[in-house]
């Protein structure tokens, strides 16, 4: 016997608690039936409109919290693709039909992202329960046992809100000197000899998400030569800027003394392994020499670098990877290969954040970051830089750090 389909239409109008589902826009997509029956609304009352303009704070209490708490969730889950569980929620709501005249509620709220096919997210489910019967259910029965729950919970849940306001403000600051140390040690000249060159970097959306990524351009020993290298440290905040701090700089020492990319890279691996954090970095650095026109490379575990010809052609730099630095009790030589090139060609290094969806595959990622790279070759390195953030990052900031580096050869 064939099965037959489900109705999930009708399955989401029949769920038993209050779920709404919103757009990223924060519009109503559509509620269930028992929304409605708590809410007091009807379908055309809530859905196609705003969820604030439905549901506003309370104006007459000048210490309501709700819209304010419940939006940053919403972001929160925006930006980040995950579910967010809410502390209880003191949410007054107007009285259907009764301008101005309000009713005390409590709310249990959990918000939880649905996901398009590219990883981004198209739907916010909003799931709230009612919990306002049980906060008042101690009233006028004296000091009985609801009323000291009503009271303990009212005030625990006050006092998670003050904990996560703190923890949001410390995270906050962390963030703020986290990036003050990477501007101090990431450089910011944008010529290495006569080339001509662009770094861009772009912190992740959210208060912990920052510092992981670096970058660095050298002027190379013998000769018309330079050295452009990115890499990512796991982590984020204080703790990872300092060892990206670390890394770099033993990157740029090894270049300027190495034979080559690979050996550079040896030489970084070891440094790796006793520096706490360093765990798992990668990094991939590419040694131009502009005399011979040929550019040598490696890379520990670190997506490949994307040359541009004249004409064109993309050419991933992809025939010398190895594991992450510090990913083997034993190092062993990395390898190295190059490439050709004619003057006018151009180089791009970057880190993950730019080409990494959640939920998709990153052939995808380094597809349009070649498209990017070949429908804007002919501008300067600045306004193709700016371009391919443009086209590649998210409007609403990505969730991971982003480093781009782009050379004019």
């Given amino acids: 016997m064939k099965e037959a389909a489900i109705d999930y239409a009708a399955v989401f109008q029949a769920l038993p608690g209050m779920v709404a589902l919103l757009t990223p826009e924060l519009m109503f997509a559509d509620v269930n039936k028992e929304f409605l029956r708590r809410s007091g609304r009807r379908r055309e009352d809530i859905v196609g409109r705003y969820l604030f303009d439905v549901f506003p704070d309370n104006p007459h209490d000048s210490a309501a919290t709700g819209v304010r708490n419940l939006e940053a969730s919403l972001r929160r889950v925006l ?28 709310w249990s709220p959990v918000n939880a992202p649905v996901l398009g096919a590219g990883g981004q997210v198209v739907l916010l489910v909003h799931r709230v329960e009612e919990v306002t019967a049980l906060m008042r259910s101690g009233e006028g029965s004296g000091e009985g046992p609801l009323q000291v729950l009503e009271a303990d919970l009212y005030t625990r849940a006050r006092e998670l809100q003050e904990l996560n306001d703190r923890l949001r403000l410390a995270h906050a600051r962390e ?3 986290a990036l003050a140390l990477q501007r101090a040690m990431l450089p910011a000249h944008r010529q290495v000899g006569h ?44 703790a990872a800027a300092g060892v990206m701090g670390q890394l770099r700089s033993a990157l ?29 970095a990668t ?17 520990a575990g670190h997506p490949p670098p994307v040359l541009v010809h004249l004409d064109g052609q993309v050419e991933f730099l992809d025939r010398a990877t190895d594991p992450p630095l ?10 190295q290969a190059a490439t050709s090139f004619t003057p006018g060609a151009t180089l791009a290094l970057y880190t993950d ?23 804007h070759r002919e501008a300067d390195p600045e306004a193709l830089a700016d371009a391919v953030l443009l086209e590649l990052l998210p409007p609403d900031g990505a969730t991971d750090d982003t480093a781009l580096i782009i050379v004019r050869l």
């Fill in 79 to 106: 930006a980040g693709g995950e579910r967010d569980a809410m502390a209880l929620q003191r949410y007054d709501v107007e009285y259907p039909g009764r301008p101005g005249e309000w009713e005390e509620r409590y």
């Fill in 175 to 177: 963030r703020e000197v």
């Fill in 195 to 238: 080339h001509r060159a662009a770094v861009r970097y772009r912190p992740a959306v959210g208060a912990l998400h920052v510092c992981g990524d670096w970058y660095d351009l050298v002027d190379l020993v013998g000769g018309d030569r330079i050295g452009v290298s990115v890499g990512d440290v796991v982590g984020h905040g204080l």
């Fill in 252 to 280: 740029t020492a090894a270049s300027r003394m190495a034979e080559g990319p690979a050996q550079a890279l040896d030489v970084l691996g070891r440094y790796a392994h006793v520096v706490d954090g360093a765990e798992s």
């Fill in 283 to 299: 990094a991939v650095t590419t040694f131009i020499d502009c005399d011979t026109r040929t550019i040598s490379y490696s890379s």
């Fill in 326 to 335: 510090d990913a083997r009790p034993d190092p062993r030589p990395r390898p």
């Fill in 353 to 375: 954040g730019l080409i990494e969806r959640r939920h998709e595959d990153i052939d995808k990622g380094l597809t349009r970051l070649a498209e990017s790279l070949v429908r």
